[in-house]
Nanobody, 115 residues
Framework: QVQLVESGGGTVQAGGSLNLSCKAPGFTFDSCGVEWYRQAAGNQREWVSSINTAGVTSYADSVEGRLTVSKDKAKDTVYLQMNSLKPEDTGMYFC?????????WGQGTQVTVSS
């Protein structure tokens, strides 16, 4: 199983930006897609975005146009650029690999957006 490490979370005011990272040392994401999920306190984990092995991206309606997922194979890292953040974006953000032989989760990084 690939080890995933998220970072980049923090506390920002509404309208601010954060850039989350999902790093997998020694793994270039050639054989696995990557998904981002978030979980607010007391809520179920929800899917936010994904990028497949070909670089095709998808987004939940709630974040479309504000979040951008990308990957840098040279750095073994997938990013989630978050702009125009809203208080409802608050939660723990996780990355996860998907596809045949994939399925690792990271430990999460906390995002808090104040109004």
């Amino acid at each position: 199983q690939v080890q995933l490490v998220e970072s980049g979370g923090g506390t920002v005011q509404a309208g601010g930006s954060l850039n989350l990272s999902c790093k997998a040392p020694g793994f270039t994401f050639d054989s696995c897609g990557v998904e981002w999920y978030r979980q607010a306190a007391g809520n179920q984990r929800e899917w936010v975005s994904s990028i497949n092995t070909a670089g095709v991206t998808s987004y939940a309606d709630s974040v479309e146009g504000r979040l951008t997922v990308s990957k840098d194979k040279a750095k073994d890292t997938v990013y989630l650029q978050m702009n125009s953040l809203k208080p409802e974006d608050t939660g723990m953000y996780f990355c996860k690999t998907y596809g045949r032989g994939c399925g690792s989760w990271g430990q999460g990084t906390q995002v808090t957006v104040s109004s």
